[in-house]
């Protein structure tokens, strides 16, 4: 398995509240991914990084922020939560870019519920 | 607009049958397409990919068929086993930077 860890693995917050996820891998991989996990949409790509301090937005990026300090560490912020963000959240590295179709490996999840 | 679409959102088979999830594209530009399983409480990981130059591949009991035409791909099991009881995802990338678009998925059930 790929030495992925997401922290924490379940959380509940209140509606306006910020919420920080953690995304930690062990595998030295360029690129790490943010996406959530909604029932008729799939995964979703919200931020991911191809560097320290290099991000960019997915498709579905308003309201989240995203820190990248170290390679091994990719943080996830909801600056203030709304209900419509409680999804479950993946984490996914990468050694080489997934549009060069590079598979990625994803981490266990982050089950977040806004109430 | 959903660039990836998975039409069936269940599959029921019994075991040792064959099973047959169906993905469709719209966007040309992709060039990779990737099947992922995912079981509950676990994240997704990958199974088998292809590349848009070639329209089959197979990893043994796993074959991904590519329908560049029909803008259509397919993954079949077989036989298939109780153990393959999960979700499918099916993804594309190479249409738009790093990005993998998604399906929204297909659940299947294998019946002892």
């Known amino acids: 398995d790929a030495g992925i860890t997401q922290s924490p693995r379940h959380k509940v917050t209140e509606t306006g509240t910020p919420v920080t996820l953690r995304c930690h891998q062990t595998?030295?991989?360029?690129?790490m991914y943010w996406y959530r996990q909604d029932p008729g949409h799939g995964l979703r790509l919200i931020h991911y990084?191809?560097?320290?301090?290099?991000?960019d937005k997915g498709e579905v990026s308003d309201g989240y922020s995203v820190s990248r300090s170290k390679t091994e560490d990719f943080l996830l912020t909801l600056e203030s939560a709304t209900s419509s963000q409680t999804s479950v959240y993946f984490c996914a590295i990468s050694t080489r870019s997934t549009g060069r179709g590079t598979e990625a490996f994803f981490g266990q999840g982050t089950r977040l519920t806004v109430v | 607009d959903q660039q990836v679409k998975q039409n069936s959102p269940s599959l029921s088979v019994q075991e040792g049958r064959i099973s047959i999830l169906n993905c469709d594209y719209t966007?040309?530009?992709?060039?990779?397409f990737l099947w992922y399983k995912k079981y509950p409480a676990e994240g997704p990981t990958f199974l088998i990919s292809?590349?848009?130059?070639?329209d089959k591949n197979e990893d043994g009991r796993f074959t991904v068929f590519l329908n560049k035409s029909a803008k259509h791909l397919s993954l079949h099991i077989v036989p298939s086993q109780p153990g393959d009881s999960a979700v499918y995802f099916c993804a594309a990338s190479g249409a738009a930077g790093n990005k993998l678009t998604f399906g929204g998925g297909t659940r299947v059930l294998v019946k002892p």
């Open positions: 966007n040309s530009m992709f060039d990779y």
């Open positions: 292809i590349s848009s130059i070639k």
């Open positions: 595998e030295n991989h360029r690129y």
């Open positions: 990084s191809y560097g320290v301090k290099d991000t």
